[in-house]
């Protein structure tokens, strides 16, 4: 069955560096996300891209953070300057076209998750 | 704006117990409803969805009903088996004014079963 998978699983950073987490879609869809969990907290949409431009994103998703479709199967967030409140696990996910009925339905990655120290 | 809220956990059950996790909603109009699980070490997976009043989704023995009334979607199975021990997720979908996959999820609901 087609997955999709993210990396790092895990990474530890210090406070102000750069982090990019990299998720590889399922191939033929064309809808992508990123999600997060603080630990103990709700899963948050952080941010929607379809057609190499983001078409929604949440009020978490400030200046900081940046996405990038750098290929035709990578799909990476960017966290320029990382603060303690970005440790969280972050999930990709992945959805068929709009305007098909399963495009609501996503595929999710097993997550990366971000400590910062 | 939209909400999800589930029921606390953890919860830890026998095998071949009854399976309840609550799960009520606030939105506009009719979202589409959504129970995800999530297994250890693995991402969420869609568990069964319904998209309008009085639907019921099901799946592997679990279902939900759409409920416009009480506007909840409680999750259910009539006998659990040590492998559905994860976590559960309720999540809606809003009606209109947002993009595709942009879920509001609940908080997660860990079920433990024991054998």
């Known amino acids: 069955e087609p997955e999709v998978t993210q990396t790092p699983s895990h990474q530890v950073t210090q406070m102000g560096q750069e982090v990019i987490l990299r998720c590889v879609p399922i191939s033929n869809h064309l809808y992508f996300y990123w999600y997060r969990q603080i630990l103990g907290q709700k899963v948050e949409f952080l941010v929607s891209?379809?057609?190499?431009?983001?078409?929604?994103k949440s009020e978490i998703f400030d200046d900081q953070f940046s996405v990038e479709r750098p290929d035709g199967s990578n799909f990476t967030l960017k966290i320029r300057s990382t603060k303690l409140e970005d440790s969280a696990m972050y999930f990709c996910?992945?959805?068929?076209?709009?305007?098909?009925?399963?495009?609501?339905?996503?595929?999710f990655g097993a997550g990366s998750r971000l400590t910062v120290l | 704006g939209n909400s999800v809220t589930q029921m606390e956990g953890p919860v830890t059950l026998s095998e071949e117990a009854f399976l309840t996790i609550n799960c009520t909603y606030t939105a506009t109009g009719y979202p589409s409803l959504f129970w995800y699980v999530q297994y250890p070490g693995e991402g969420l997976q869609l568990l069964l969805k319904?998209?309008?009043?009085?639907d019921k989704g099901s799946n592997k023995g679990f279902e939900a009903t759409y409920r416009k009334e009480t506007t909840s979607f409680h999750l259910e199975k009539g006998s659990v088996q040590v492998s559905d021990s994860a976590v559960y997720f309720c999540?809606?979908?809003?009606?209109?004014?947002?993009?595709?996959?942009?879920?509001?999820f609940g908080q997660g609901t860990i079920l433990t079963v024991h054998p």
């Open positions: 999540a809606l979908k809003a009606a209109r004014g947002t993009s595709y996959g942009k879920l509001t």
């Open positions: 996910a992945s959805s068929v076209p709009g305007g098909a009925s399963g495009a609501n339905v996503l595929t």
């Open positions: 891209f379809y057609n190499n431009e983001i078409s929604e």
């Open positions: 319904a998209t309008k009043a009085d």
